[in-house]
């Protein structure tokens, strides 16, 4: 499975956003998520999200294989045990989907939630929808 | 560092006589006696502003604040206030908006902004993760709202910043001048425009990464968040409703009651009211639904005018109040030409609801013959006629002859005219009324008369009423309906909530509810009858800022016409609120709120609110 967009259905809440930071850490952070929330102008606001790539850049950039794909919800997951920081992941991500940790220091990405995404089941107007 | 959560624990205090720029902490001691945004406006300007200063003057002080709430997870939670002395009615004024700038200010490190002083020169503040500065504002003044919140973002080479400013109506002190929000959310009322126009600060932009908003007690938080996401997919009017119509739904359902304000209220049925209803607004105007911070309800709309003479426009709204305002209240029958004049206000700052309404005002008084033709500035002011009503706005704006003084609002406008036109100024204490009847609900009656704002539909609220929890032709029970309203409605304000959701917690009475969803939050552990004081606390505080600027009993009183003329035509033909009518619901509501029969806070009521130095100063 993977997220899907529809950006014309977007609202510019950051309800997304918000619950992603939320689920990871207990507070709302805007610098602290995985889906990130691009505000544009009040009429137009964009999200930035893991498209789960088929050769996914990120994996194939990773020196230390940290980056594995799961078998149930075939998400790209960082294992922060093999993860060492180097970023070199964050360069490759041709969409800006992935995050090093402020406070571990470690790559952060989507996991899709293990197959129940917060920002999907939160997205009223459904701009966020799964996709198999 | 708080120990509460829900907050940054931070005041920024900006001084823009001295330019300086100074950050204060919040005291345990303080959050703990007036917990947020409406508590905190209330208690900044009663204890900083001395009485019965000039609203213009450089005395006066602009407090931005949010609540615990804001930017939190808990949805439908964007609001930021907006608190000043309100130069229409010369009290106590509190104006919200939605939009992200509330979050984002404490995503910056501040739960609020104290604006003092004034500046010789126009300028505009920017904070940003912990810092704030204040920047030449001189290539800004002037500019229309877009056209300054597009310069901000330009000149700090960032789309992200969420942008407060005022247009051209606030820097020449039209008295209705508004706050806009992200382009399109108005903290509209009283004035608070005009106020920072007189400080000379056109705009405040902030971009915050870096502040986290901590919450008490995390799993509670999303309980309750989960709670509200519920109650909201499982009620049709905030599920489909709410996207679909936002507001607007709203005119139809009073046209269907009789009790939508329409030419100036000399009715209240709208023979084309289904040209500028919400059916209206689907078929002419809506493009896409749009929302607030954190709020899934998406109730606003991005419109633009496919067909006619003002084909191309685009703009954020029309919501309900400017409908009845730009819309009914003047007669106009074309819901694009409504839309028109709501861009144009917007993209001025001027308040749409008292600037409607000040139109109608002078609508009427021409059809009367009591203004000519040639008083109005060659305008034609027939109720209706929609490029009347838009050049009437431009004239306001520009402080052009006659619309210098309407700029100053219906109230003062009928002073300095005489000629009995006060009959015809829908305001209280100065502000004009919104789109919810007086003389169709006798809770709204009570309401608009003894509210602190004046003439606001958001301390005391219609909807349990229209609903048919309460008999709206009935005034027994309403003081008691008023004050159990009024309560709920300042919690909302204080911990910051939107008006749209209020039914999750309740409208009528403080609850458990409200207790859980302040103590979630912040950890206060409040119980329910502290709840009840802190509204009372923060109501009569409110008061006593009014009662301070010399009003009382006297004041708590409604437009003429409310008073003396029955609504004539409809399904609530026949129904007003007389003065002896509106008298006793006054007496009874003094009483269930401990104040004198004049209607000022007794001193046992504010020292059993622990609100003592009010008390020395009211009755020394």
């Given at each position: 499975?993977?997220?899907?967009?529809?950006?014309?259905?977007?609202?510019?809440?950051?309800?997304?956003?918000?619950?992603?930071?939320?689920?990871?850490?207990?507070?709302?952070?805007?610098?602290?998520?995985?889906?990130?929330?691009?505000?544009?102008?009040?009429?137009?606001?964009?999200?930035?999200?893991?498209?789960?790539?088929?050769?996914?850049?990120?994996?194939?950039?990773?020196?230390?294989?940290?980056?594995?794909?799961?078998?149930?919800?075939?998400?790209?997951?960082?294992?922060?045990?093999?993860?060492?920081?180097?970023?070199?992941?964050?360069?490759?991500?041709?969409?800006?989907?992935?995050?090093?940790?402020?406070?571990?220091?470690?790559?952060?990405?989507?996991?899709?939630?293990?197959?129940?995404?917060?920002?999907?089941?939160?997205?009223?107007?459904?701009?966020?929808?799964?996709?198999? | 560092?708080?120990?509460?959560?829900?907050?940054?624990?931070?005041?920024?205090?900006?001084?823009?006589?001295?330019?300086?720029?100074?950050?204060?902490?919040?005291?345990?001691?303080?959050?703990?006696?007036?917990?947020?945004?409406?508590?905190?406006?209330?208690?900044?300007?009663?204890?900083?502003?001395?009485?019965?200063?000039?609203?213009?003057?450089?005395?006066?002080?602009?407090?931005?604040?949010?609540?615990?709430?804001?930017?939190?997870?808990?949805?439908?939670?964007?609001?930021?206030?907006?608190?000043?002395?309100?130069?229409?009615?010369?009290?106590?004024?509190?104006?919200?908006?939605?939009?992200?700038?509330?979050?984002?200010?404490?995503?910056?490190?501040?739960?609020?902004?104290?604006?003092?002083?004034?500046?010789?020169?126009?300028?505009?503040?920017?904070?940003?993760?912990?810092?704030?500065?204040?920047?030449?504002?001189?290539?800004?003044?002037?500019?229309?709202?877009?056209?300054?919140?597009?310069?901000?973002?330009?000149?700090?080479?960032?789309?992200?910043?969420?942008?407060?400013?005022?247009?051209?109506?606030?820097?020449?002190?039209?008295?209705?001048?508004?706050?806009?929000?992200?382009?399109?959310?108005?903290?509209?009322?009283?004035?608070?425009?005009?106020?920072?126009?007189?400080?000379?600060?056109?705009?405040?932009?902030?971009?915050?990464?870096?502040?986290?908003?901590?919450?008490?007690?995390?799993?509670?938080?999303?309980?309750?968040?989960?709670?509200?996401?519920?109650?909201?997919?499982?009620?049709?009017?905030?599920?489909?409703?709410?996207?679909?119509?936002?507001?607007?739904?709203?005119?139809?359902?009073?046209?269907?009651?009789?009790?939508?304000?329409?030419?100036?209220?000399?009715?209240?049925?709208?023979?084309?009211?289904?040209?500028?209803?919400?059916?209206?607004?689907?078929?002419?105007?809506?493009?896409?639904?749009?929302?607030?911070?954190?709020?899934?309800?998406?109730?606003?709309?991005?419109?633009?005018?496919?067909?006619?003479?003002?084909?191309?426009?685009?703009?954020?709204?029309?919501?309900?109040?400017?409908?009845?305002?730009?819309?009914?209240?003047?007669?106009?029958?074309?819901?694009?030409?409504?839309?028109?004049?709501?861009?144009?206000?917007?993209?001025?700052?001027?308040?749409?609801?008292?600037?409607?309404?000040?139109?109608?005002?002078?609508?009427?008084?021409?059809?009367?013959?009591?203004?000519?033709?040639?008083?109005?500035?060659?305008?034609?002011?027939?109720?209706?006629?929609?490029?009347?009503?838009?050049?009437?706005?431009?004239?306001?704006?520009?402080?052009?002859?006659?619309?210098?003084?309407?700029?100053?609002?219906?109230?003062?406008?009928?002073?300095?005219?005489?000629?009995?036109?006060?009959?015809?100024?829908?305001?209280?204490?100065?502000?004009?009324?919104?789109?919810?009847?007086v003389r169709?609900y006798k809770g709204m009656s009570l309401?608009y008369a003894?509210?602190?704002?004046?003439?606001?539909?958001?301390?005391?609220?219609?909807?349990?009423?229209?609903?048919?929890?309460?008999?709206?032709?009935?005034?027994?029970?309403?003081?008691?309906?008023?004050?159990?309203?009024?309560?709920?409605?300042?919690?909302?304000?204080?911990?910051?909530?939107?008006?749209?959701?209020?039914?999750?917690?309740?409208?009528?009475?403080?609850?458990?509810?409200?207790?859980?969803?302040?103590?979630?939050?912040?950890?206060?552990?409040?119980?329910?009858?502290?709840?009840?004081?802190?509204?009372?606390?923060?109501?009569?505080?409110?008061?006593?800022?009014?009662?301070?600027?010399?009003?009382?009993?006297?004041?708590?009183?409604l437009?003429?016409?409310f008073?003396?003329?029955?609504?004539?035509?409809?399904?609530?033909?026949?129904?007003?609120c007389?003065?002896?009518?509106l008298?006793?619901m006054?007496?009874?509501?003094?009483?269930?709120?401990?104040?004198?029969?004049?209607?000022?806070?007794?001193?046992?009521?504010?020292?059993?609110?622990?609100?003592?130095?009010?008390?020395?100063?009211?009755?020394?």
């Amino acid at each position: 499975m993977k997220l899907a967009y529809d950006q014309s259905k977007c609202t510019g809440c950051a309800v997304c956003a918000s619950v992603c930071s939320f689920r990871l850490k207990g507070l709302v952070h805007p610098g602290g998520t995985r889906i990130k929330f691009a505000y544009v102008s009040p009429t137009d606001s964009h999200v930035i999200y893991c498209r789960q790539c088929e050769n996914a850049p990120c994996a194939l950039a990773c020196p230390q294989g940290a980056i594995q794909k799961d078998g149930k919800t075939s998400a790209w997951v960082v294992d922060a045990e093999k993860c060492v920081g180097c970023g070199l992941c964050l360069e490759a991500c041709p969409y800006g989907a992935i995050r090093l940790d402020t406070e571990s220091g470690k790559a952060d990405k989507c996991d899709l939630c293990q197959g129940d995404p917060a920002c999907v089941k939160h997205c009223l107007a459904q701009a966020l929808t799964v996709q198999d | 560092m708080l120990k509460y959560g829900g907050y940054c624990g931070r005041f920024l205090r900006v001084d823009l006589t001295a330019k300086k720029i100074t950050t204060e902490e919040l005291t345990e001691e303080f959050v703990k006696k007036y917990v947020g945004c409406n508590g905190f406006g209330a208690a900044i300007l009663y204890n900083e502003l001395p009485a019965r200063i000039d609203p213009f003057s450089a005395a006066n002080k602009v407090v931005v604040a949010t609540g615990p709430l804001t930017g939190t997870v808990v949805p439908c939670t964007p609001k930021v206030g907006f608190f000043t002395k309100s130069p229409l009615t010369g009290g106590f004024m509190d104006s919200y908006a939605g939009g992200h700038f509330g979050a984002e200010l404490k995503f910056a490190g501040f739960d609020g902004v104290i604006i003092e002083g004034a500046s010789e020169a126009p300028t505009w503040l920017y904070i940003e993760d912990g810092q704030a500065e204040l920047r030449d504002a001189s290539k800004l003044w002037g500019l229309s709202v877009p056209e300054t919140e597009a310069a901000v973002r330009r000149d700090l080479n960032n789309d992200a910043v969420h942008v407060a400013s005022i247009g051209p109506a606030g820097e020449q002190l039209v008295r209705f001048s508004c706050v806009m929000v992200d382009m399109s959310h108005a903290a509209g009322r009283g004035g608070v425009g005009a106020v920072l126009g007189s400080k000379k600060l056109k705009a405040i932009a902030v971009y915050g990464r870096k502040n986290p908003i901590p919450v008490a007690d995390p799993e509670a938080v999303l309980a309750l968040a989960e709670k509200i996401y519920q109650h909201i997919q499982e009620t049709p009017s905030l599920a489909t409703g709410m996207p679909k119509y936002g507001t607007t739904g709203a005119l139809k359902a009073n046209q269907t009651s009789g009790i939508l304000g329409t030419r100036n209220w000399q009715s209240e049925t709208f023979e084309h009211a289904s040209s500028i209803d919400g059916d209206a607004c689907l078929r002419e105007l809506f493009e896409k639904n749009l929302a607030c911070f954190q709020c899934p309800l998406r109730c606003t709309h991005f419109s633009r005018i496919k067909e006619g003479k003002y084909a191309g426009t685009t703009t954020i709204g029309p919501q309900y109040e400017t409908m009845y305002s730009l819309g009914s209240v003047c007669g106009l029958t074309d819901i694009k030409a409504v839309a028109k004049a709501n861009e144009y206000c917007n993209a001025m700052g001027l308040d749409t609801i008292s600037a409607g309404v000040t139109v109608a005002f002078a609508m009427e008084l021409y059809e009367r013959g009591i203004l000519s033709y040639e008083e109005l500035g060659g305008l034609d002011l027939t109720f209706g006629n929609d490029e009347g009503l838009l050049a009437a706005l431009e004239s306001i704006v520009a402080r052009r002859g006659i619309y210098k003084l309407l700029g100053e609002g219906t109230k003062r406008a009928a002073e300095v005219l005489g000629r009995e036109t006060y009959k015809y100024a829908i305001n209280v204490k100065g502000l004009e009324l919104a789109g919810h009847s007086v003389r169709g609900y006798k809770g709204m009656s009570l309401g608009y008369a003894t509210s602190t704002r004046g003439g606001s539909h958001q301390d005391m609220r219609h909807i349990p009423e229209r609903a048919g929890l309460f008999d709206r032709r009935d005034p027994s029970g309403k003081a008691q309906l008023n004050y159990d309203i009024t309560s709920t409605t300042t919690i909302r304000d204080t911990l910051n909530y939107c008006a749209m959701i209020e039914d999750v917690v309740g409208r009528v009475g403080i609850t458990e509810k409200h207790a859980e969803m302040v103590n979630a939050v912040t950890g206060l552990n409040l119980s329910v009858n502290e709840v009840q004081q802190l509204a009372d606390r923060i109501w009569n505080l409110e008061r006593a800022f009014n009662v301070r600027e010399g009003m009382s009993r006297k004041d708590d009183v409604l437009p003429y016409r409310f008073m003396h003329e029955p609504i004539p035509e409809g399904p609530s033909e026949g129904m007003y609120c007389p003065p002896e009518e509106l008298e006793k619901m006054k007496d009874e509501l003094y009483e269930i709120r401990g104040w004198t029969r004049d209607g000022i806070p007794s001193r046992d009521k504010l020292l059993e609110l622990g609100l003592d130095q009010v008390a020395e100063e009211l009755w020394p």
